[in-house]
């Protein structure tokens, strides 16, 4: 993964990061526990989030919880040709943004705990990467539970890996430990990257791979 990200977003779209914070943070108040976070992520990392995509022609990237799509613009610029891109966001604010800024990648307005079930309505292959913003941390265990069941349904028997991160600050409350634990226990493969320092809160970026 790539830890090492230069370059910000504030620099290089100084209205737009205000504009996103301000519409953000309205959201936050709306719907705390399922935005989960004050402010969008910085480039710093959504570079190290993403990493390299490599992958082939036809083949997916999911990404949960876009927000306003400071890892979704990481992943256009990184996603190769031929590759398809789905984005699953729950809140409509939010999902009318990326169809807005985003028109040649596809958005669902809906929840991750029913991938299997949008992708089959698109017809859509089970994807090689599933990058998410989730904010396992402030979701409930059943929801917890019901994405995870998801990620591994998805993943089971491919090379594919899960992308996510958790804020340092809150690493170790109980919620973020049941949520590894899940993770733990039906994954094979896992890394942990960071803290990414330059992110306001500084973050982890986990990776899981080799779903059981
Ligand atoms: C912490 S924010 C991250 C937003 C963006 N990825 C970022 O890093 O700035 C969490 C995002 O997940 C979305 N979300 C929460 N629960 C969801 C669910 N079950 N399915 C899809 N999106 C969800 C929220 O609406 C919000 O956009």
């Known amino acids: 993964m790539d830890a090492s990200s230069r370059g910000s977003a504030s620099a290089a779209h100084p209205r737009r990061f205000l504009r996103d914070g301000l519409g953000f943070f309205g959201t936050f108040l709306k719907s705390p ?8 992520s910085s480039r710093y990392l959504a570079r190290a989030l993403v990493g390299r995509l490599e992958l082939q022609p036809g083949e997916l990237v999911v990404e949960y919880g876009p927000g306003t ?35 040649t990648l596809d958005f669902h307005l809906g929840s991750a705990e ?62 973020a430990r049941r949520f590894r634990a899940m993770m733990a226990e039906r994954f094979d493969g896992f890394e942990r990257v960071g803290p990414i320092v330059r992110n306001v809160p500084p973050a982890f970026v986990l990776r899981y791979w080799g779903a059981k």
């Open 33 to 40: 526990l399922s935005v989960g976070a004050v402010l969008p």
């Open 69 to 103: 799509g400071p890892m979704t613009a990481v992943i256009r610029e990184r996603l190769p040709k031929g590759a398809r891109y789905l984005g699953i966001e729950l809140e409509p604010r939010f999902h009318q943004l990326l169809v807005r800024r985003y028109p």
């Open 114 to 175: 029913d991938v299997a079930a949008i992708l089959a309505a698109r017809g859509l292959p089970r994807p090689q990467r599933i990058v998410s913003g989730l904010p396992f941390a402030s979701l409930a265990e059943p929801a917890q539970q019901a994405v995870v069941s998801g990620i591994v349904g998805c993943l089971r028997g491919t090379p594919g890996d899960f992308r996510t991160f958790q804020y340092l600050h809150a690493y170790g409350w109980k919620t």
